[in-house]
């Protein structure tokens, strides 16, 4: 892998990981336009993953902290009998929706974990996910605008849009379109929405980087390339910026009801991934 590409697979990692047209799809098309294989560059995925989550704190920051002190909160009011209290704040509320959403992500995930990761190795489903990701986008923006906040946000939303976010887990499906679409169907407001789709993406990146590192390191046992060094370094640092330039236009995008723009988009590029893996 050159400096060129990991340039590349850094942006294009930051950006499709939070717009709303899929990273997997995208770097499954980027490594085979590249002719990278996938088992070359786990660790590579790995450390690009972690420039996402950087992002993420970088514009969340201060949401983030105001959880793990909720948190830890939490775990003294249960160790002095005063229970979860999960209404005692709205951050605190937030953190348990949270949870709740990424237990059907969790559950869906490792049910068919199989299937998913077969459709990596098709162009085709790659396109036709990509489609789906356009015409979901096409019709959420046509949902009347939502009203619930986080205070009337219920537990049975969270859990319809973690069952959202398990079918971006298929390349071409993006994650924070599904979710942010999740979220506008159960009603949530589109501050909360695009607000929710990106906190519940820490756990579920995490969990994705985990799942990853045991394959990372047989391949760092097996012997590490040194001169993919530089490249994995710029490519993580392109993710978190991009990554933040990311969540920025998505912030807007959202509140402007502009997502139209990424379906036209996603339906091309799914069209033209389609076309190209029928033709060869």
Known sequence: MTIFEGIILG?????????????????????????IEGDRVLTFAVLLHFGTLISLFIVYYKEIWGLIIELIYTIKDIFTGRGLRI??????????????????????????????SGLYNSLTAIGICLIITGTILWIVERITQGKKDISRMKFRDAVLVGIFQSFAIAPGISRSGATIVGSLFSGLNRKLAVKFSFLISIPSIIGAVILEIPDALKQLDQGFDTALILPILIGVVESAISGVIAIKTMIRVISN??????????????????IYALSF
């Not at 951050?91 to 049910?111: K, S, W």
């Not at 009801?257 to 389609?274: D, E």
């Open 11 to 35: 942006i294009v990692q930051g950006l499709a990981e939070f717009l709303p047209i899929s990273s997997s799809g995208h770097l499954a098309i980027l490594q085979y336009i590249f002719g």
């Open 87 to 116: 209404n005692a704040n709205e951050t605190r509320r937030l953190g348990f929706m949270i949870i709740v959403a990424t237990i059907p992500t969790a559950l869906i995930g490792y049910i068919f974990k199989d299937f998913f």
């Open 257 to 274: 009801k502009k997502l139209y723009f990424f379906s036209i988009y996603t339906w091309a590029i799914g069209v033209l991934v389609i």
